[in-house]
């Protein structure tokens, strides 16, 4: 049977949470025994967003064949059992790169080339693309309706439907209803006018996701179903929840997975989330709380952190512990004296986020040599683990000048230096080491310990590496190399047998952890930061009680 598609769209606003809509109903389907895929296409002009700014964009998800993608196939990733790929992400000017080749080629055979027929076709061919071997492609359109970007995108979902009819397609509408607290009431004028916008250009909803703080009644839902010609089963309460794992719950509970597959014309199963449900549990039923404090150099916009921030909180869930997260700007540590002792003490662990650039490098140093110096279990990955080998190379080996080539090119220990086929490339897109890599792990490591196997295949993305001219003289100190490629080129992963947890990788586990399959060096971190945790607040209450029974303060009493 051909797949069927559900395409999910949003209106008034950007950032309602298409990304995580779109997740979840993979995640509910699934749940049902159907097989799921999952795609994003985003208006942007852009081939990919690896060249673009975290500030803007927000993270970079990589996928196991090496493509730089949307932050929401994260999301895809952490919700259903789908292993995506570049055919999951399309831009415009990736679409756009792909007719203008063609057009050089000559393979229009002379015709003009236009939006309609060339540019939807070209979408149309990529949605089929990824509906090989699966029962329902879930397609989410980035951007708000109304964008002169997504039109071309919007057109060709339209398109969709005519050539396979309604039991072959689902319009899904995420859309926003405000409260407004002056007058006290929910307004649905901007779902009234999304949905119009949508059906000026041909395309009408059969379901509508309704963001909101608050429950819808029955004679809201009824007020949007007239006005926007949709069954007022249909209307769904998209609430706000606590966390993001609740989503798929809340829908479930609005029936949204049931009702598309009534739309669909599907059987399934029964719907089971057990494991979701116990997952929930834990997250707003910890039997403690875990304070981890992130070194980085784009704090201020999360989003460039997300699938780091959700892979810690599942390394928090699998000890059935409460994240609690703090940001700390690299560069904020980078005082000159010993104030960063008061920013970094009361952190029952310590990590480093990847980067690029100069910007905040001393601060993360600072910061690791306190992780390293204090017993804190520390984590490096990608520049958390190039810094972590400068810091050592620096006060440890004694050379003092050690550094990266990215930050100081003059620098006479270059222990990081640019990765070997990338001397003389200068092009920034697509140019890193992206991608599945296999890693061979050293026995009887703390790596061995964590992963409980030799190899191991995770997802890179660097244009540095450890060179390997540094090895002996870091070694003989002490760093302990724990994981390299199979072929012995690239140094994969260090640590130190001295310390209670200090692990770097140069590669980027936060990518392949879920909530259900917590990531192995996450689940280990999280484990040995409560363990310092509890330690260090045994010894703060010992310390107070000897202070409060010191033979002065029994004098003076």
């Not at 296409?41 to 949307?70: C, I, K, R, W």
């Not at 979902?157 to 396979?164: F, S």
């Not at 997975?257 to 059987?267: E, M, P, R």
């Not at 690299?330 to 003490?345: F, I, N, R, V």
Request: proline share 4%; hydrophobic share 40%.
């Amino acid at each position: 049977m051909p797949a069927k598609y559900i395409f999910v769209t949003g209106g008034v606003v950007s950032s309602l949470g298409k990304g995580l809509a779109a997740a979840s109903i993979g995640c509910l389907l699934e749940s049902r025994g159907i097989k799921v895929n999952l795609m994003k296409f985003d208006p942007y002009l852009n081939v990919d967003p690896g060249t673009m700014s975290p500030f803007q964009h927000g993270e970079v998800f990589v996928t196991d064949d090496g493509a730089e993608t949307d932050l929401d196939l994260g999301h895809y990733e952490r919700f259903t059992h789908a292993r995506l790929s570049r055919d999951n992400n399309w831009t415009t000017g990736r679409i756009y790169e792909q007719i203008i080749a063609k057009e050089r080629r000559g393979d229009y055979l002379g015709k003009t080339v236009q939006v309609i027929p060339h540019v939807t076709n070209e979408i149309k061919t990529a949605m089929k693309k990824v509906a090989q071997d699966t029962d329902v492609v879930i397609v989410e359109i980035g951007g708000t309706v109304g964008d002169i970007e997504s039109l071309p995108f919007m057109e060709a979902i339209r398109q969709m439907r005519q050539e396979l009819g309604r039991e072959q397609t689902l319009f899904v509408h995420v859309t926003l209803v405000p409260f407004i607290a002056a007058a006290q009431e929910l307004k649905t004028k901007p779902t009234q006018h999304s949905v119009k916008e949508l059906l000026s250009i041909g395309i009408q909803p059969d379901i509508l996701l309704c963001r909101t703080d608050r429950f819808l009644s029955k004679e809201i839902k009824s007020k949007i179903a007239l006005f926007c010609n949709v069954a007022e089963e249909a209307v769904i309460t998209a609430k706000d929840v606590a966390s993001v794992y609740e989503v798929p719950l809340v829908f479930a509970n609005e029936n949204v997975d049931t009702l598309a597959l009534k739309y669909l014309h599907i059987q399934a199963k029964d719907r089971d989330l057990a494991n979701w449900e116990d997952v929930v549990h834990r997250v707003y039923n910890p039997k403690d709380t875990v304070t981890i404090g992130i070194v980085g150099k784009y704090v201020e916009y999360e989003d460039s952190y997300k699938s780091l921030k959700e892979a810690l909180v599942h390394g928090a869930l699998a000890h059935n512990l409460k994240l609690q997260l703090n940001w700390i700007e690299a560069e904020g540590l980078e005082t000159g004296d010993q104030s960063y002792e008061a920013q970094l003490e009361d952190y029952d662990g310590l990590l480093v986020p990847g980067g690029f650039g100069k910007r905040g490098i001393e601060g993360m140093l600072i910061a690791i040599r306190y992780a390293r110096e204090k017993r804190v279990p520390y984590f490096g990955i990608c520049l958390g683990m190039q810094t972590a080998c400068i810091e050592y190379a620096r006060n440890v080996v004694g050379l003092e000048e050690a550094n990266s080539s990215e930050f100081d090119p003059a620098t006479p220990h270059r222990v990081i230096y640019k990765l070997r086929e990338l001397r003389g490339v200068e092009e920034l897109g697509g140019t890193m080491r992206l991608g599945a890599w296999t890693c061979k792990i050293e026995a009887g490591t703390l790596a061995h310990r964590i992963y409980g196997t030799l190899e191991i295949s995770e997802r890179h993305r660097h244009r540095y590496e450890f060179n390997r001219e540094y090895e002996e003289p870091l070694t003989a100190a002490g760093l302990k190399i724990s994981g390299a490629t199979p072929d012995g080129t690239y140094v994969e992963m260090v640590e130190l047998p001295d310390h209670p947890h200090f692990i770097g990788c140069q590669f980027h586990p936060e990518f392949k952890s879920k909530p259900l399959e917590p990531h192995p060096l996450f689940r280990s971190f999280i484990g040995a930061a409560y363990e310092h945790g509890l330690k260090r607040k045994a010894q703060k209450e010992t310390a107070e009680v000897e202070m409060f029974h010191r033979p002065e303060r029994v004098a003076h009493r």
